[in-house]
């Protein structure tokens, strides 16, 4: 893995013997998981999928095609419509490699991942002076907050532009079942399928994630290579010494252990704001579950130093930190020479401001360990699709191996339900 995880200053909160007592368990999940006995052993699809697509080839190809035959409208705005693992990932992707000051073209935004009236009718208005294409993503079709986005820019599309509408349109669902399998086969939109043996929060290198990232011109191949490759490393070393997955699921489980029930995904990369919020579900649905599990939460300094700093430094001990860092910015700036101390930056004239940030992030690091909070890292070279596939792969493999360590299904999400079944009540779903 180009991506390397730096376990130096957790040393001071895990011992040797921690590690090989833990050992024989992730070893075991590890089995489970790639000999698919464990639990929800049905939705792990996505163990082998990056190697496997990258060798047929057919799914990528029939991508590159849909972009080709979109690129003839020339759109400006791609909208994505879903919510939880249908958008997260295509979002973080996008995200971490769009400049955060200015539009691209064409941009990727969003809609039916919440119910803000606000938000989705300026979204109507501002889709009213573009040039868009819609894709959705539901394997049902019903699920609340993308089934209302789709009904208002569904109109919105075919008031625009009647007929043609349907070929601005492209569905990603169900291959047999459900509302959405039903409209698309009717209206003929170009449709994808969600694979049946890969859950929402684990589709980030299917069609789900891939088809709205190629459509902005991204590389879903060399996504899908980063993830290939890890997979293999993943899938080839059943140590903790060697695979990095099981060691980080090792430390997040031996220090559930002693009590550490909130893990913290802090970052000095700006861009890396979605990523974390991909990562929260993955592990927030995979591990919540039997009263048990790690609370997953994110933190994007300095920016946090200023609010959530004090907490961490010096507040309840319940944390442990995953710092996740890249090496090498985009662009870097150099701070002006002005010879002149008045705003007392004479100490940093003329260094890099990405060597200011790096220095921020050590002594952030080190800080905390003097605080009590156990620190790991894992350090990124650089932002690009290869990377963010990479790391990608290795949360999910990692988030398996830690819920089979914790004793738990990693593919289940049974108490998503409770507040929709209650939702629907109120609505007054069922008198209809």
Not at 62 to 85: C, L, N, Q
Not at 335 to 362: C, F, H, Q, T, W
Request: charged letters at 25%; hydrophobic letters at 40%; one cysteine or more.
């Amino acid at each position: 893995m180009k991506t390397k995880a730096d376990v130096n200053l957790v040393k001071n909160f895990i011992s040797e013997k921690d590690f090989s007592d833990i050992e024989p368990a992730l070893q075991k999940a590890r089995k489970s998981l790639l000999e698919k006995t464990g639990a929800g052993a049905e939705f792990t699809g996505w163990v082998n999928w990056p190697s496997s697509l990258l060798d047929s080839g057919e799914i990528i190809n029939r991508i590159e095609k849909t972009r080709e035959r979109i690129a003839a409208f020339d759109p400006d705005v791609i909208v994505v419509i879903g919510i939880g693992g249908s958008y997260l990932g295509a979002r973080a992707v996008y995200d971490a490699l769009t400049p955060p000051i200015g539009r691209c073209r064409p941009e990727m935004i969003f809609a039916g991942h919440q119910l803000d009236a606000d938000y989705h009718a300026l979204l109507l208005q501002y889709l009213q002076e573009r040039n868009p294409v819609v894709v959705v993503i539901s394997k049902s079709g019903t699920t609340t907050e993308p089934a209302i986005a789709f009904r208002l820019i569904r109109t919105l599309m075919e008031d625009k532009y009647g007929d043609d509408a349907n070929q601005r349109i492209i569905a990603i669902t169900d291959e047999k079942k459900g509302a959405l399998r039903s409209l698309a086969d009717s209206q003929g939109y170009e449709s994808y399928i969600i694979p049946d043996d890969i859950g929402g929060r684990f589709s980030v290198l299917t069609p789900v994630g891939l088809l709205p990232l190629a459509l902005c011109g991204f590389s879903v191949r060399e996504l899908l290579q980063g993830a290939a490759e890890c997979e293999k490393e993943l899938s080839s070393f059943d140590s903790i010494k060697d695979n990095q997955a099981m060691l980080y699921a090792a430390i997040r489980q031996i220090l559930y252990r002693q009590g550490k029930n909130v893990e913290l995904l802090s970052t000095f990369c700006p861009r890396l704001s979605t990523l974390s919020e991909w990562w929260k579900q993955l592990y927030g649905e995979s591990e919540g579950k039997e009263q048990q599990g790690i609370f997953p939460a994110s933190l994007v300094f300095t920016t946090d130093l200023h609010s959530l700093g004090q907490f961490v430094q010096d507040g309840n001990r319940i944390l442990f930190e995953t710092f996740l860092s890249v090496g090498k910015p985009e662009k870097d700036i150099e701070i002006p020479v002005l010879n002149s101390n008045s705003d007392e930056l004479l100490y940093l004239e003329g260094k890099k401001m990405s060597y200011v940030n790096r220095k921020a992030e050590e002594a952030t690091r080190f800080a905390h360990v003097q605080g009590g909070v156990p620190v790991l890292a894992l350090e990124m070279p650089e932002l690009s699709e290869f990377t963010l596939g990479e790391i990608m792969y290795f949360f999910e493999f990692a988030c398996a191996l830690s819920a089979y360590t914790l004793g738990v299904n990693p593919f289940d999400q049974p108490g998503v339900e409770a507040y929709k079944q209650k939702m629907f009540e109120l609505l007054g779903k069922n008198k209809k």
